[in-house]
T-cell receptor, first 110, second 111 residues
Framework: RKEVEQDPGPFNVPEGATVAFNCTYS??????FFWYRQDCRKEPKLLMS???SGNEDGRFTAQLNRASQYISLLIRDSKLSDSATYLC???????????FGDGTTLTVKP | NAGVTQTPKFRVLKTGQSMTLLCAQD?????MYWYRQDPGMGLRLIHY???????AKGEVPDGYNVSRLKKQNFLLGLESAAPSQTSVYFC??????????FGSGTRLTVV
């Protein structure tokens, strides 16, 4: 079993739709959690950190469920520009021990 | 503010050749990392550094060496390139418990 697992998708949704991604992790000692966005042939870019209480940034909401060991990303009112691959990242106590999921591909269609 | 800069952006090597990839960051970050990304396999950690003069192995270190002589620079070396090292290489930096800033990547092809 991988340390961090994501549904690879692809998720194909119409503009304006709400879409949610989940990411499960196996190490219960994990401390920090992030969502990144990666456009085709580009570097990953930090989308948002995920806090225990949940957090929101505009149309994006991230949540953490430590008991079930998963994080989620909700995108409301999807835009064409949201089309990308979304990577979840889980970090343990070791500075070098961040683990990336393989990513979930989202395509938003007109 | 340049962030993280990687050079070169593209390179084609012949099997057995050596090369060095350079990563430079101007954010005064303590931690730096080298990842490779292959289709269907996600990002895998090659080596990382928690400070100037220190390096450590990641998930896939074989065939690579690194050095961090200056805080702002992290070099990745391939001593004898193999076709299996064809990949996109990303450098990243951060401070503890904060998200990474990535460079724009180096696309390496070994023929």
């Amino acid at each position: 079993r991988k340390e961090v697992e994501q549904d690879p998708g692809p998720f194909n949704v119409p503009e304006g739709a709400t879409v949610a991604f989940n990411c499960t992790y196996s190490n219960s000692a994990s401390q920090s959690f992030f969502w990144y966005r990666q456009d085709c042939r580009k570097e990953p870019k930090l989308l948002m950190s995920v806090y225990s209480s949940g957090n929101e940034d505009g149309r994006f909401t991230a949540q953490l469920n430590r008991a079930s060991q998963y994080i989620s990303l909700l995108i409301r009112d999807s835009k064409l520009s949201d089309s990308a691959t979304y990577l979840c990242v889980v970090k343990g106590t070791n500075a070098g021990k961040s683990t990336f999921g393989d990513g979930t591909t989202l395509t938003v269609k007109p | 503010n340049a962030g993280v800069t990687q050079t070169p952006k593209f390179r084609v090597l012949k099997t057995g050749q050596s090369m060095t990839l350079l990563c430079a960051q101007d954010m005064n970050h303590e931690y730096m990392y080298w990842y490779r990304q292959d289709p269907g396999m996600g990002l895998r950690l090659i080596h990382y550094s928690v400070g100037e003069g220190t390096t450590a192995k990641g998930e896939v270190p074989d065939g690579y060496n690194v050095s961090r002589l200056k805080k702002q620079n992290f070099l990745l070396g391939l001593e004898s390139a193999a076709p299996s090292q064809t990949s996109v290489y990303f450098c990243a930096s951060n401070e503890a418990n904060y998200g990474y800033t990535f460079g724009s990547g180096t696309r390496l092809t070994v023929v």
